[in-house]
């Protein structure tokens, strides 16, 4: 997940910031200045807090905390070292020397302090025991470095050490009452003097040690000393570098405004993808927002997007050239992905070559009548997509992308009129399988190991089915324009087939046997008096389609402002219009069957999401305003939330009162496809900016603590509450509590409340009340049940 801007702190002091910490007590960033003075800011909101006093007298080198008793100590070149409770100074100690650096070991409660002469190691005494919390005279000294320590880390027991001298010096510190530290390592690990050091440590008990120079290098070790990785794409010295734990990344910064990011494990360079730092057109620099794991790029526009279910999960995308891009997420880390073009265009060049071959023989062989027939039933409409074609005769990009999971195919429909269906190179598989060392027999194996050989044996056939490559398997020619949209129709039964029916912006709706890619039928109106209105599906151009599999009907969204309701039969004639949804002002861009809600939701240009009743016809159960033109709408299968696509950002509306609860911004230009992979619980869109962005679904809080109390009949009851609350009934103090919330819990469903403020006032208030009267568990165990039910009323309350 990539880290994204909170604040800015501008104006911070006149002299430049050399030392930064963190108080993790008071949430409290303090800053030392090359003057001695150091400042307090809220780290959110970044808000001022106060000027500390005294300050050194010369440079602040090093700010640290100490958890124990919750003071952060401060060291500078003054030699003095300070400590701080509640932005107070408790403590001061005079050192006979300059300190550049200071770690403190909580384990062991000990400080360790970097000078120009080594380390000195003093215990820590948090009772005072000696009038100061370090004596500054009882140290243990460690004289191996020649120069400045400017850096220092603990990790369990051991010292790492980084100085002006070049050396990383790992040592052995002892207990108390050890009066020693014994180097372990000594190593020159830089061609100039370290100037940073940290222990890095996630969350899978991987643990690595960074270091930088001032030789433009960043190096990772193991905590043994033994170098992993090295990084030199810097073109000035590092500056700073730390591990952001939370999503497993080195950030190191080198003189840009921007910081570079890093995988530790693998080493790679992963800024591209993380899009922690995005640039605008103007040059400036703004970061990524809510949750965005990770970016990458390509330097066309993207319309399209599909997945894989299957292992490895595989994303596809198109782009307004007509290129089909698979993408991979490494092995290595979670951030870069692999790209790789299909390379499927000469395949699929011949294939239409073959199929245009194929159906110019069938003509020949058909009679004059037939043939003039046919020329009647196309009138007018062959003027007008003839005239599509030559507009987009250069054009070959993808206007929908779906992988069809029984089949292991891409279907893609084109601009060139044409549906492409793209699978994987069957012959290159056939080789790479008889090239396959021949596996012993399994014949006396358990079930259960013949089950686990059969899976394994699956995934190694998908494996070698990706390495193969892919194949223009067959080529849809029928339609006369822009082929926009297609639904995939499942079997039915065993008998049966797998449908494919597609549409575009010539009306038509072809039927299709995907499986063998021959045309089963079109859709025509037998009521129609007009040939050239017979096979119009609508009054202008067909934009999306989608199929309802519970109620077996056809949604097609149009360009007329208006969504078509059809039953769904293989045969063209059969294809009857049940109803149509009117109520949008503009171009129905997209319309999605919603059937955990059983309805369909449609989107249009106009800026309104609509929910509409399928039992009737023309009936919006709901409305929302989405605030700009709607391209593209998903259903997340996990939360069951609404995920669309608003112009540049992506919102997420949860699906019981759809309020607004997630938006991503991050692209620069209109999102054009959206996905969400269950498996890993990721949004994936697509946009005309060339970016591909991987985002962190929205997580349903409720449904994941075990859904909601039961109030007037409405939600859903929690058996553990409820089990709770039943105990909890037979107590005196329940009924206490039944008369508090009498009166506000009479009929949740039908009270109006002006606003929630009101709401909270008077639970706090009755809070008091009851805590100041009584301290008893029972009785604020069943309060706080019935405050989730009251909150419960306000969240479903009627306007």
């Not at 180097?183 to 370290?194: N, Y």
């Not at 017979?534 to 309802?548: N, P, T, V």
Request: charged share 25%; with cysteine.
């Amino acid at each position: 997940m990539s880290v994204r801007h909170a604040y800015t702190i501008k104006d911070t002091h006149s002299r430049n910031i050399t030392a930064i910490g963190f108080n993790p007590a008071r949430r409290e960033v303090v800053l030392g200045f090359e003057d001695g003075t150091l400042k307090v800011w809220e780290a959110d909101p970044c808000k001022f807090v106060q000027h500390l006093s005294p300050g050194h007298q010369g440079w602040v080198t090093s700010i640290v905390y100490w958890p124990e008793i919750k003071t952060f100590i401060t060291a500078g070149q003054d030699g003095v070292i300070m400590f701080w409770s509640g932005n107070s100074l408790v403590d001061i100690v005079h050192t006979e020397e300059a300190i550049y650096s200071m770690a403190v070991n909580i384990r062991k409660s000990q400080l360790v302090c970097g000078t120009s002469t080594g380390i000195n190691l003093y215990e820590l005494d948090k009772y005072k025991l000696r009038r100061h919390y370090i004596d500054p005279h009882d140290f243990i000294k460690a004289t191996e470095h020649t120069d400045i320590v400017k850096c220092l880390a603990y990790f369990d027991s051991r010292v790492f050490s980084g100085g002006f001298d070049q050396r990383l010096i790992i040592y052995e510190s002892g207990y108390h009452g050890v009066r020693e530290m014994t180097p372990i390592s000594v190593r020159r690990a830089h061609e100039a003097g370290l100037n940073n050091l940290i222990v890095a440590q996630d969350a899978e008990h991987n643990s690595w040690l960074i270091t930088s120079a001032f030789d433009k290098c960043v190096k990772v070790w193991t905590t043994d000393g033994k170098l992993v990785h090295r990084l030199d794409d810097f073109a000035s010295p590092v500056t700073g570098i730390c591990f952001i734990a939370r999503n497993k990344t080195i950030w190191v910064a080198a003189g840009y405004h921007f910081a570079f990011i890093y995988e530790p494990k693998s080493g790679e360079n992963v800024s591209e993808f993380c899009d922690t730092f995005l640039a605008k057109e103007d040059d400036e620099v703004e970061t990524a927002r809510n949750g965005c794991v990770t970016t990458f790029f390509t330097e066309t526009p993207i319309d399209c997007l599909t997945y894989t279910n299957k292992a490895p999960i595989l994303i596809f995308s198109t782009d307004q050239q007509g290129d089909i891009v698979k993408w991979e997420r490494k092995q290595t880390n979670a951030f870069a992905f692999s790209k790789e073009s299909l390379r499927a265009s000469e395949s699929m060049e011949k294939m239409l070559q073959k199929k245009i071959a194929r159906r110019r023989m069938a003509q020949l062989k058909k009679s004059p009548q037939q043939l003039l027939q046919e020329q009647k039933r196309e009138g007018k409409r062959a003027k007008k997509d003839g005239q599509e074609k030559k507009k987009n005769v250069h054009s070959m990009g993808f206007r929908k992308l779906e992988f069809v999971e029984e089949l292991d195919v891409l279907v893609a429909a084109c601009e060139d009129s044409n549906v492409y269906v793209i699978g994987f190179d069957e012959k290159a598989f056939g080789v790479l399988v008889s090239m396959a060392p021949e596996e012993a027999s399994y014949k006396d194996s358990s079930n259960s190991d013949a089950a686990s050989i059969e899976s394994t044996s699956e995934m190694d056939d998908q494996v070698t089915k990706r390495v193969a490559g892919y194949k223009c398997r067959h080529v849809l020619v029928e339609h006369n324009g822009v082929v926009t949209c297609f639904a995939i129709i499942p079997k039915r039964d065993e008998n049966s087939c797998l449908y494919l029916v597609t549409s575009g912006w010539d009306q038509r709706i072809c039927i299709w046997n995907l499986e063998t890619g021959d045309l089963v039928d079109v859709f025509r109106n037998v009521d129609s008096k007009l040939w050239e209105e017979r096979e119009l599906a609508a009054d202008d151009a067909i934009l999306d389609m989608c199929y309802s599999p519970e109620r077996n009907e056809l949604a097609l969204s149009s360009a007329d402002n208006l969504v078509y309701i059809r039953r769904f039969s293989p045969v063209g004639s059969q294809l009857v219009l049940l109803g149509t949804l009117q109520g949008h002002t503009a171009d129905v861009n997209c319309v999605k069957w919603w059937a955990k809600k059983n309805c369909w939701v449609t989107a249009s240009e106009d800026r309104s999401i609509k929910l509409w009743d399928s039992g009737g016809v023309n009936d919006c159960i709901l409305s929302l305003n989405a605030g700009g033109p709607v391209q593209c709408v998903c259903i997340d299968s996990v939360s069951n939330a609404l995920v669309v696509a608003v112009e540049n950002s992506l919102k997420v509306f949860e699906p019981d009162n759809f309020d607004l609860v997630q938006k991503n911004d991050g692209h620069f230009d209109s999102i054009r496809s959206i996905i969400h992979i269950p498996d890993n619980r990721h949004y994936v869109t697509a946009s005309w900016d060339g970016r591909i962005g991987i985002w962190q679904a929205w997580r349903n809080k409720r449904a994941k603590d075990g859904g909601l109390i039961s109030v007037g009949g409405g939600g859903l009851a929690d058996q553990s509450e409820a089990a709770t609350a039943s105990a909890v009934a037979a107590t005196p103090a329940a009924l206490l509590i039944r008369d508090a919330f009498k009166r506000d819990l009479a009929d949740p469903e039908q009270q109006y409340v002006a606003s929630e403020a009101e709401w909270e006032e008077k639970i706090e208030s009755k809070i008091r009340e009851l805590k100041a009267a009584y301290y008893d568990s029972e009785l604020l165990h069943a309060h706080e049940f019935n405050r989730r039910r009251v909150q419960t009323a306000t969240a479903r309350r009627v306007n």
